[in-house]
Structure formats: structure tokens, C-alpha cells
T-cell receptor, first 114, second 113 residues
């Protein structure tokens, strides 16, 4: 079945640095990818919709300049957390629609900002 | 707008007992409905989905769910709980296969030996 790969699975960084998370669709093309954020013991909240070749669409309350999204190809979307702070620590998950009524999720990336 | 309500943030059952996790949704259009399972520090794994057709949907690991339009429900069941079923379960809804999912708050299932 379709697979979405996310990298890195875990990242620890110092406050003020930037971190890039990659999301790849391995055996299908994804013109759209969705980025979610999950706080500990909470549900997944949609952050933004990544669109291949155009600007991402951000949900209300999500800082565009803080969470930079690039969808450079039909198989790769990246989320860059800029000038990270401890409150950005979270579990970030990407997903891509397969076109058959199902969303495939990446393995998730746990970001810890010290 | 769509929304999902999962009744009970934590459900505890004995090993071998029936598992019932409740999910109600609201949607202005016919929904696509999903159940996902999440183990600690991992991503989401699809258990089952309803898009169209048969309202009783069978998924992996012995789980099934029934879409009841009149009750706007999509409860998840399993006849006999196993220790390995202990995890967080999320119900989700979307308009179609290409739109983002709206998730419920999740239900943590504990299985007692």
C-alpha cells in the first residue's frame, strides 16, 4: 500500500535554531500534504495544507513565519520550524491523500527544543 | 463544518471483554469516517474506514465499526480485547479522500489482565 515516510523521527535542538522535517510519499504522487501537530496526550490539530508548486494554506492561529512549509515536488513536502523555542516542542505528523479515499500518515517527528 | 466527538477519554476493559469506543460526528455532507490507532511515540495506523457502500466495516486486528446515519455515529467494537489493543484510538471525519481529517480528542484504551 501507499507509504508516507517522515524524517527525522526524533530531533533535539537548542532554542533559537531552525529544524527541518521532511515528508515523502514513497510510491505515489501527492499534490497535497497535510501537516498536523499533536501535543502530549491530545488530539491532532491541522496546522497547514501543503500544495505542490504553490503557497501553503495555514489554519487560523498558526504562524506562517514560524512554520515554513515548502512542497517542491510531487513527493516531498518540508516543514521548517524557525527560531524554535521550547513551546514548539511537540509531535509533528504529515499525511498525504492517496486519491482512493484514505489519508496515509508519516511516522511522526518528535521535536524537543531545549 | 465537521466535528467529531469521542465519548470517554479513557476506557478500561478486561482481557477477553468486549471493546466499545464511541464516536459521533457532525457533517453537512455525506462523511468519510475513519478510526486510527496510535501507540506511544508512533504515528497513526488506519484501523478501518467508511466511504460509501456497506455500513458495517471490518478492519484490521478484529475491529469493526458501523456507520449509522440516523444516529450520526461510527462506534468501534471488538468482541474480545487483547493486551496488545491497549493504545490511543482516534475517530476522524472528512468530506472526501482529498481533504484533511478532523480528529476527535481520542480515547485511551487500557486492557486489564
Amino acid at each position: 500500500g501507499a507509504v508516507v515516510s517522515q524524517h527525522p523521527s526524533r530531533v533535539i535542538c537548542k532554542s533559537g535554531t531552525s529544524v527541518k522535517i521532511e515528508c515523502r510519499s514513497l510510491d505515489f504522487q501527492a499534490t497535497t500534504m497535510f501537516w498536523y501537530r499533536q501535543f502530549p496526550k491530545q488530539s491532532l490539530m491541522l496546522m497547514a495544507t501543503s500544495n505542490e508548486g504553490s503557497k501553503a494554506t495555514y489554519e487560523q492561529g498558526v504562524e506562517k513565519d514560524k512554520f515554513l512549509i515548502n512542497h517542491a515536488s510531487l513527493t516531498l513536502s518540508t516543514l521548517t520550524v524557525t527560531s524554535a523555542h521550547p513551546e514548539d516542542s511537540s509531535f509533528y505528523i504529515c499525511s498525504a491523500p492517496s486519491g482512493t479515499g484514505e489519508l496515509f500518515f508519516g511516522e511522526g517527528s518528535r521535536l524537543t527544543v531545549l | 463544518a465537521q466535528s467529531v466527538t469521542q465519548l470517554g477519554s479513557h476506557v478500561s476493559v478486561s482481557e477477553g471483554a468486549l471493546v466499545l469506543l464511541r464516536c459521533n460526528y457532525s457533517s453537512s455532507v455525506p462523511p468519510y469516517l475513519f478510526w486510527y490507532v496510535q501507540y506511544p511515540n508512533q504515528g497513526l495506523q488506519l484501523l478501518l474506514k467508511y466511504t460509501t457502500g456497506a455500513t458495517l466495516v471490518k478492519g484490521i486486528n478484529g475491529f469493526e465499526a458501523e456507520f449509522k446515519k440516523s444516529e450520526t455515529s461510527f462506534h468501534l467494537t471488538k468482541p474480545s480485547a487483547h493486551m496488545s489493543d491497549a493504545a490511543e484510538y482516534f475517530c476522524a471525519v472528512s468530506f472526501s479522500g482529498n481533504t484533511p481529517l478532523v480528529f476527535g480528542k481520542g480515547t485511551r484504551l487500557s486492557v486489564i489482565a
